[in-house]
């Protein structure tokens, strides 16, 4: 996403006297009982109430899974982790302020998220100033990574920032050759939420559908929060499109798709990962029926290395949807922690430890449950996989799975 992201944070519990300094580094000077075992916490951001939650709260329980997994496994000797998930509504302010509340903790190593890339832009440099590393499961507007002349001059704004999710400049790709070619679609209507993410991703459709030979017949704009669309349909079905494709997250989509249907415009709605959520199904009803999205990599249920992850998910009950965010979030936890582990040694957390997080992120290569972790000069993934998904009898079905080529 579409754009989106996640941060944990709990309060810290450590044995022994463990003193933190006020630049955030730490002195270990345990003697005696469980000396040398200290609790470092990952921070979660994400919109865990109200408008994308059930996507965010994907992320929260992934997050929470991996270090889970990783206490039980003693991944890093010593360590104890910790998660503490911070709800930031969507709202970029609120994303900012729990950056620089994450700072403040001093036993806070590493943050998964935000979700979406607009609240990124309000975190990244909070965190960069201070060297925390931070790692999005969502975010996939390119700027983030390769700065705001991305097309034509790439520069990485921050060294602190990475992401698992691959960006909307392959995502929007994806989706104009498989509407073209895949669909056969000649004539698109686009609309976006005016957001980050969704205006992102629906410029970069636009154009790479043009290059395609497609005609966009039409554009406009939605708010956030916007739930009578009577006006927008009627320009839609009128336009003479025999596809609608939308910017943004699945709150509007699923309501937008509804009423277009019910007024007789039976075109497919095709959007982002942002979109893709059992939510979008169970809201619009029949009128989900028929329309598209794209999303990172590969179904995870289909990936064996999830298998585990999966069961847990659903046997723990947690809300939200896994299926999106749920296992990049996992890959982006168990990155951090497996830095923490090359960085903290017997329990001792050195003065210069989320310095030397980051450049552990960044160096770090492993087989992760979404696939192969590990990031290129700019933080971005280098898995560049993607799927279309089609709802198909009431629910996601994948129709294409490959890499984005664009022209």
């Given at each position: 996403m579409r754009q989106r992201s996640l941060v944990i944070l709990t309060s810290v519990l450590t044995t022994g006297a463990l003193t933190l300094t006020a630049c955030g580094s730490r002195n270990n000077d345990s003697k005696?009982?469980?000396?040398?075992n200290v609790t470092v916490t990952i921070g979660v951001d994400a919109p865990l109430t109200g408008q994308n939650s059930a996507t965010g709260l994907g992320i929260q329980y992934g997050a929470q899974i991996a270090v889970d997994d990783a206490n039980k496994n003693k991944t890093v000797p010593g360590v104890t982790f910790k998660v503490k998930a911070l709800d930031d509504k969507a709202i970029p302010a609120t994303g900012q302020q729990n950056a620089t509340q994450l700072?403040?903790?001093?036993?806070v190593l590493g943050v998964v998220g935000p979700l979406n890339s607009g609240v990124a832009t309000q975190m990244q440099q909070v965190l960069d100033t201070a060297n925390l590393v931070q790692i999005s499961p969502s975010n996939t507007a390119p700027e983030l990574t390769q700065g705001k002349n991305w097309q034509t001059k790439k520069v990485r704004p921050f060294k602190t920032y990475f992401r698992t999710a691959t960006t909307d400049a392959l995502q929007g790709a994806f989706a104009a050759d498989y509407a073209y070619n895949g669909l056969h679609k000649k004539k698109a209507f686009v609309v976006d939420d005016k957001q980050t993410y969704g205006a992102g991703l629906s410029k970069i459709f636009k154009e790479q559908f043009v290059k395609q030979g497609g005609q966009v017949i039409g554009t406009d704009h939605v708010?956030?929060?916007?739930?009578?669309?009577?006006?927008?349909?009627?320009?839609?079905?009128?336009?003479?499109?025999?596809?609608?494709?939308?910017?943004?997250?699945?709150?509007?989509?699923?309501?937008?798709?509804?009423?277009?249907?019910?007024?007789?415009?039976?075109?497919?709605?095709?959007?982002?990962d942002g979109m893709f959520t059992p939510t979008y199904i169970?809201?619009?009803?029949?009128?989900?029926?028929?329309?598209?999205?794209?999303?990172?990599g590969v179904p995870?249920?289909?990936?064996?290395?999830?298998?585990?992850?999966?069961?847990?998910?659903?046997?723990?009950?947690?809300?939200?949807?896994?299926?999106t965010y749920g296992s990049y979030s996992y890959d982006a936890t168990t990155a951090i922690i497996k830095a923490v582990?090359?960085?903290?040694?017997?329990?001792?957390?050195p003065d210069d430890a989320r310095a030397k997080v980051v450049d552990a992120v960044q160096h770090n290569s492993f087989d992760g449950i979404s696939g192969k972790i590990s990031f290129d000069e700019f933080g971005d993934t280098t898995n560049k996989q993607l799927t279309v998904y089609q709802v198909v009898?009431?629910?996601?079905k994948s129709v294409k799975s490959g890499t984005a080529n664009p022209k």
């Open positions: 005696g009982g469980d000396s040398g700072v403040a903790e001093k036993d708010s956030v929060g916007d739930r009578d669309f009577s006006t927008l349909v009627t320009k839609i079905k009128n336009s003479g499109a025999d596809l609608l494709y939308y910017g943004g997250q699945y709150d509007e989509s699923q309501v937008l798709t509804k009423q277009l249907k019910d007024a007789g415009a039976k075109i497919p709605l095709f959007g982002g169970k809201t619009a009803g029949k009128a989900a029926e028929g329309d598209l999205v794209t999303s990172i995870v249920d289909t990936l064996p290395a999830a298998k585990d992850f999966v069961a847990t998910y659903k046997a723990k009950k947690y809300p939200g949807d896994y299926g582990g090359q960085v903290v040694k017997d329990g001792k957390i009898g009431g629910a996601w």
